[in-house]
């Protein structure tokens, strides 16, 4: 079975600090990993995604996150961040073998100015 | 722009009654999926189709069932509706077959208030 777990449902970050929203995945097989990002009001929206290529993944907005086997983990960062970032964010995962994604319970991100 | 529609985008109706929720996936995807997210209860997979049949069900209430048609839209119905009915209701489509690492498209969502 495949489950995503998020720590912290809510993070705060000072304007051009630096983000970082953390996602841990069980999977038994290799998985495939997904960071979504919900603004107000809006559906999801596809940050960036992990397909078994590279482990270290750049997305839109200049996020990225680090596909980590050993640690099972698969982290969202963003080295600035901007006020236009405040949303919601979910990590997602998926294998070759599954009919759906599994969704985390989603990190609020607060920016401060 | 997610190319995903869905309508109606507001539903207020009261309780024990029958909505409808109409998605449409963006052209040529053949999987569609259904989610429900509530303050308390986070984003619910719900069910999923390819290709107008049902590939996975996830925690959908007897209350609700869904289809999808052979132009590929697809329709979620509610029913008996009660007050904890009420959350907002995500279409999402994507290409692939289930097993794919294809993304899903999100659309904007229906938000449903039961009173």
């Known amino acids: 079975a495949q489950s995503v777990t998020q720590l912290g449902s809510h993070v705060s970050v000072s304007e051009g600090a630096l983000v970082l929203l953390r996602c841990n995945y069980s999977?038994?097989?290799?998985?495939?990993l997904f960071w979504y990002v919900q603004y107000p009001n809006q559906g999801l929206q596809l940050l960036l995604k992990?397909?078994?290529?590279?482990?270290l993944v750049k997305g839109i907005n200049g996020f990225e996150a680090e596909f980590k086997k050993s640690e099972t983990s698969f982290h969202l960062t963003k080295p600035s961040a901007h006020m236009s970032d405040a949303a919601e964010y979910f990590c997602?995962?998926?294998?070759?073998?599954?009919?759906?994604?599994?969704f985390g319970t989603g990190t609020s991100l607060t920016v401060i100015p | 722009d997610s190319g995903v529609t869905q309508t109606p985008k507001h539903l207020i109706t009261a309780t024990g009654q029958r909505v409808t929720l109409r998605c449409s996936p963006r052209?040529?995807?053949?999987?569609v999926y259904w989610y429900q997210q509530s303050l308390d209860q986070g984003l619910q997979f719900l069910i999923q189709?390819?290709?107008?049949?049902?590939?996975a069900k996830g925690n959908i209430l007897e209350r609700f069932s869904a289809q999808q048609f052979p132009d590929l839209h697809s329709e979620l119905n509610l029913s008996s509706l009660e007050l904890g009915d009420s959350a907002l209701y995500f279409c999402?489509?994507?290409?692939?077959?289930?097993?794919?690492?294809?993304?899903?498209?999100f659309g904007p969502g229906t938000r449903l208030t039961v009173l």
């Open positions: 999402a489509s994507s290409p692939g077959p289930p097993g794919s690492y294809n993304e899903q498209f």
């Open positions: 999977s038994s097989v290799p998985p495939y």
């Open positions: 992990y397909t078994s290529a590279a482990t």
């Open positions: 997602a995962v998926r294998t070759n073998t599954g009919n759906q994604s599994y």
């Open positions: 052209s040529g995807d053949l999987s």
């Open positions: 189709y390819y290709n107008g049949e049902e590939r």
